[in-house]
């Protein structure tokens, strides 16, 4: 069984190890991943300390020129890479080979900015001056990354983060560590300097503490949940860092009477349960105009029943198991309140079991129908396939219900009406929003990023991205 190594200052370093198994199947051991220390935290933001200097005066299309270069390994290695993904972290074959594929993108996309990345020039009132601001890097960075895109968020932190000359330590999630520890390979092998990314895997409360403690460490980019996040907002301002933070959602789909019905649904249903609801913009709330209430509900029944739980590796599987235990656990936990509140789901509410089913983590699409906004799921975040839909008298309802939570990450309406559209788009309470779309599915060239207890700090992805990852150096020049 292979392992994993830490990736320190350019070196691969070995220690005491902990496992990453499918969830799909617990028997099938995905490897052994090398259990960070406080002290490889440190030695690693001391070796990015070392790095940045010679990074950071690296012309800009030369940094480009690794991240094309990065690229390319990702795409040779492409299958394989993808169908580690699914082992390691459940979701379908399909889904992961599209997330590479963005991965790959991001890698082209960032390195391409390093021809372009410009500042600002302005005329001076005064004669003779000649003024203008140019970017540079905030300098080491601290990246930590979930489970749930193990492979395109680091990539979308580690694209921009380098373009713009920074270095950095990564700490990737436990559960699904091998994605990004691909990424860093390719980017070794792709010749980037020893010291400017390094790699270290294990405990993230002890992992955690570390990196935003490290003295070297002048910014931390964070996406995970909101009880962590708030707690490295906290920590991270003792120390005045730079932070950013993309946490929790509580995402509605509104669906109004003069909606494309049949496309309403599908995308209802693709938001909420494909990659087993483990999206933070999954859509984890349906708010449905009375007037097709009763028919929506039916069809979407309808179709989540057709839909086929199993391992991702096998063809013709929609929705694989959740990432481990834990998540399944808090799933069926979140089942059982909808019970005492809503009633019996209308679909779905129990764990998979039988044959194939005992090995791994595997929990049926869940729909609760007639849920109210006191009801905790209709409030909290879950994170699974669990879908509560909500009744709206008419769009003045439906906007009123969907903006009273205290997340603001994403939204979706299904509506022909372009007023209403437009109603929509100036008054939702949300940073990402899709009409006519799921709500879960973002592309990389716009900023990403929602409001409210969702997120903190500068936006990602896009020329946004750079505003976390690059200040301004301004420059006033008599000639």
Partial sequence: MQTFANYINGEWVNGPTFENRNPANTDDLVGLFVKGSAADVDAAAA???????A?????????????????????QRF????????????????????????????????AGEGSRMGGFLVPSERDRVHMFAIRKPVGVVGLVTPWNFPIAIPVWKLAPALICGNTMVLKPASAAPLSAWRVVEALHDAGLPKGVVNFVAGSGGTLGSALVNARPVKAVSFTGSCEVGNWLHAEASKRRLRIQLEMGGKNPTIVLGDCDFNAAVENTVNAAMFSTGQKCTATSRAIVEDSIYDRFV????????????????????????????????????????????AGEPVVGGNRLTGGAYDKGYFVEPTIFANVTEDMRIAQEEIFGPVLAVMRARDFEDAMAIANRVPFGLSASIQTTNVSRVFEYIYRMEAGLLTVNLPSAGVEYQLPFGGTKDSS???????????????????VYLKY
Avoid: C, H
């Fill in 298 to 341: 039916e069809a979407l029944v309808a179709r989540t029943r057709k839909l086929k739980v199993g391992n991702g590796l096998e063809a013709g599987i929609d929705i694989g198991p959740a990432v481990d235990e834990g998540q399944l656990e808090t799933n069926l936990r979140y089942i059982e309140i909808g019970r005492k509140e």
């Fill in 79 to 110: 299958e394989a890479i993808s169908a580690e993904m699914t082992r390691e972290e459940g979701k379908t074959l399909p889904e992961a080979k599209g997330e590479v594929r963005r991965a790959i993108n991001i890698f082209k996309y960032f």
């Fill in 47 to 53: 070796a990015a300390e070392a790095a940045l200097p």
């Fill in 456 to 474: 903190f700090g500068p936006k990602e992805q896009g020329p946004a991205a750079f505003d976390f990852y690059s200040d301004y150096k301004t």
């Fill in 55 to 75: 990074w950071s005066n690296m012309t800009g299309p030369a940094r480009g020129n690794i991240l094309f270069k990065t690229a390319e390994l990702l795409d």
